[in-house]
């Protein structure tokens, strides 16, 4: 099985919600970091997803950060709300 991770740049412009973190997020860029395995068997290469994980601010250490597993159409509906969202 073989896996490879993409990593991206993500900003959110203004403060945030996303599914499967309890706490209001504050606006800024995260890195997302999405894992896929290889489906095997076909002539040509094809991935599926397997993870998706965002690395925000630690909620009990200030200053340092951790990695939360999320769903990928939970990041597609923050970011679709923060581009929504009124300007201030």
């Not at 991206?8 to 945030?16: D, L, M, Y």
């Not at 076909?42 to 993870?51: H, I, T």
């Amino acid at each position: 099985m073989t896996i490879r991770s993409r990593r991206e740049a993500v900003t959110f412009r203004h403060p945030f919600r996303i599914r499967g973190i309890e706490r209001l997020l504050p606006a800024g860029t995260y890195d997302v970091v999405t894992d896929e395995e290889a489906i095997e068997g076909l002539s040509f290469p094809a991935y599926r997803r397997v993870a998706t994980m965002i690395t925000v601010p630690s909620e009990n250490v200030r200053g340092s950060m951790e990695m939360v597993s999320i769903g990928s159409i939970d990041l597609a509906n923050a970011q679709a709300a923060d581009a929504s969202a009124v300007n201030d």
